[in-house]
């Protein structure tokens, strides 16, 4: 049978063999808005529990709008011309963009006209987030959790704070949106790296769908307030990327409002786990390297026997990549367990230790192969993974060893988030 998987810009297709049965798990049908630009709209001026957009911007404010970087794929280019018109009263010179890449790379020029249009980019002015310069950061108070929140000195200064985002599950954070557009999006790295702690990571609580209880969310949400008020603007997404929900307003509970939606569309319940698991990473743009591709890893961990086997296929154009700790982490550590133990070590603190930590957990259950035209079988192994060169030849092999094998397939990767229906 033939079956697709989301693969950078293109799609992949994969042919497994007919006589085995074949369980597919994808996000139920959202349609998307007949007119998203008009739906966003409305939103601003009908928003959840606040002033519309326009009466609760004053023309003399300076005003933060935040948008999300490369990495997702939020519909920048629909919702900042909305909101912007919207803000026609207030002179562009008193209106900062803020790319909230947390520690993520800068984005290039020509990465932020595609995101956000030629016209906007020369218009206004556009600050990103630098994780490692503490000198743009500046302290606005402790979480009861005991995390000294430090943020973007620029975005705590303005008087009005726009954050922009869609919402889906998330592997750590319970959904994505919200106040993730201030912390991580817009904090200094010591602060990320106290929310993104191994302990906060090992917490059982800390999943896809997972709010109520989490710490890492919790945290997140707290820190968000010390900046705040905000104005949220948050978008839910369809396999098309099409815009299916927006939800604005009240921080808090335009929010809740989309991660409502978005459990009912995109977390699917199954029966058992199965033996082997095919997923992707959603395809363009969360693909680009493999420190992405652990949320597709993760969604398939979800539902995979001990000691199955995890077939991903993410194209990884950006590489393992070379910015950040997360492939230096990797690469150094001896072995799954050692590489645990380093990280759970009293006084260990790292950039994207979280998500090697994640990747070693999932890697340890289940055998975790990588098929990607854009890294080597060299560069897999050393990330303490099995490289993928022919998925249809890989299954084969592991029905051979495995005759009884049961098998799914997550085409969107972590746009469908399957969980055991108990």
């Known amino acids: 049978m033939k079956t697709w998987l989301a693969y950078g810009k293109t799609g992949l297709t994969v042919n497994l063999p007919d006589d085995v049965p074949v369980t597919t798990v994808e996000p139920r049908h959202a349609a998307a808005l007949p007119d998203p630009v008009a739906a966003v709209r409305n939103a601003l001026r009908a928003p959840v529990n606040a002033p519309p957009l326009r009466e609760a911007v004053n023309a003399a404010d300076s005003v933060a709008v935040v948008f999300s970087d490369i990495t997702r794929a939020t519909p920048n280019h629909i919702l900042l011309p909305t909101i912007l018109a919207e803000l026609d009263h207030v002179p562009d010179r008193q209106i900062v963009l803020f790319n909230a890449t947390g520690t993520h790379r800068p984005n290039t020029d020509a990465e932020l006209r595609e995101m956000l249009g030629g016209d906007i980019v020369d218009r206004f002015r556009i600050v990103q987030n630098d994780a490692r310069d503490g ?39 319970g959904f994505s949106g919200g106040g993730k557009a201030v912390m991580p999006g817009l904090a200094a790295l010591d602060t990320i790296m106290t929310n993104h702690s191994p302990a906060n990571m090992d917490d059982p609580r800390a999943s896809w769908g997972v709010l109520a209880g989490n710490p890492i969310w919790e945290d997140v949400r707290e820190a968000a307030h010390m900046a705040g008020p905000h104005f949220l603007v948050n978008v839910t997404l369809n396999r098309d990327k099409a815009i299916t929900g927006v939800f604005a307003g009240d921080l808090d509970q335009a929010h809740a409002q989309g991660c409502a939606f978005v459990k009912d569309t995109a977390m699917v319940p199954v029966a058992e786990l199965f033996d082997i698991v095919l997923t992707s990473n959603s395809g363009y743009p969360l693909d680009l390297n493999l420190y992405q591709s652990v949320k597709g890893m993760s969604a398939a961990s979800q539902i995979v026997k001990p000691g199955g086997a995890i077939i991903i296929a993410a194209e ?18 001896e072995s799954l367990p050692a590489l645990l133990a380093a990280i759970r070590a009293p006084g260990f603190h790292q950039q994207d230790m979280w998500q090697a930590q994640t990747q070693a957990l999932i890697a340890q259950n289940a055998d975790v192969y990588v098929y990607s035209h854009h890294l080597t079988a060299a560069q897999i192994r050393g990330a303490l993974l099995h490289p993928c060169d022919d998925i249809e030849a890989l299954v084969v092999d592991l029905l051979r060893q495995n005759p009884a094998a049961t098998i799914c397939v997550l085409p969107e990767g972590p746009q469908t988030i399957p969980y055991i229906d108990e």
């Open 316 to 333: 990884c154009w950006d590489g393992i990549p070379d910015h950040g700790d997360y492939g230096r982490l990797l690469q150094t550590a």
């Open 135 to 173: 000198e743009s950061h500046v302290t606005v108070g402790t979480t009861s959790r005991g995390n000294t929140i430090r943020l973007h000195r620029e975005f705590v200064a303005c008087d009005a704070h726009i954050l922009t985002g869609f919402i889906e599950p998330h592997f750590f954070a």
